[in-house]
């Protein structure tokens, strides 16, 4: 799979847009980016993925670049219980691949009052 | 539907002792998986399984054996347990008929060796 890279941390301001950005330069045609997040101590959860398009849902946004290589996670009103650390995970889309995910060290996000 | 469920919440083993981790789940997924993170760090995959009957080896897989027996049921065994094997350790499973693939993951089991 992609190796990923992410910023070790990141502010942002209760009520604006989290913008947390992720570099996959060495992605392949077959490989999804998908994010999760960690609150505290808890499991992981699913927040989004995709493979070539921008893709939405009730919790985020994920802008991808036309050339696949660098992609945003937008989570459009921050509030205090987003405060987590987002993994940016690429990942192979089919056999046993598709199931395994590999996690880096994330972003800590911490939403600030 | 409870999720994925793991027991227990927290253990202490001495050096040497032998345990196992439980993770059950009711959505009747087929496929499971077994993490451990680390202080600091990421998660990463100790053993996986595609299937009552099957299972394979993730990333660190050395000290630890898994079986699959159920779709429900993957529990996780500790041979003799070493104070590296210290770590919080998480149960995943997701449906290989969801297009996304998500993972569910349990709320962990929390394991000091001292």
């Known amino acids: 799979d992609a190796k990923t890279t992410q910023p070790p941390s990141m502010d942002c301001a209760e009520g604006r847009a989290a913008n947390l950005p992720c570099n996959h330069s060495t992605i392949s045609g077959n490989e999804y980016v998908y994010w999760y997040r960690q609150i505290h101590s808890q499991g992981p959860q699913y927040i989004i993925h995709g493979l070539k398009n921008n893709e939405t849902n009730e919790m985020a946004s994920l802008i991808i670049t036309e050339d696949r290589k660098s992609s945003t996670l937008i989570l459009p009103h921050a509030t205090l219980r987003d405060t987590a650390v987002y993994y940016c995970i690429v990942r192979l889309d089919s056999g046993a691949g598709s199931y395994q995910l590999t996690f880096g060290k994330g972003t800590k996000l911490s939403v600030i009052p | 539907n409870a999720g994925v469920t793991q027991t227990p919440k927290f253990q202490v083993l001495k050096t040497g002792q032998s345990m196992t981790l439980q993770c059950a789940q009711d959505m009747n997924h087929e496929y499971m998986s077994w993490y451990r993170q680390d202080p600091g760090m990421g998660l990463r995959l100790i053993h996986y399984?595609?299937?009552?009957?099957?299972?394979d080896q993730g990333e660190v897989p050395n000290g630890y054996n898994v079986s699959r027996s159920t779709t429900e049921d993957f529990p996780l065994r500790l041979l003799s347990a070493a104070p590296s094997q210290t770590s919080v350790y998480f149960c995943a499973s997701s449906s290989r008929h969801s297009g996304s693939h998500e993972q569910y993951f349990g709320p962990g089991t929390r394991l000091t060796v001292t």
């Open positions: 399984s595609v299937g009552a009957g099957i299972t």
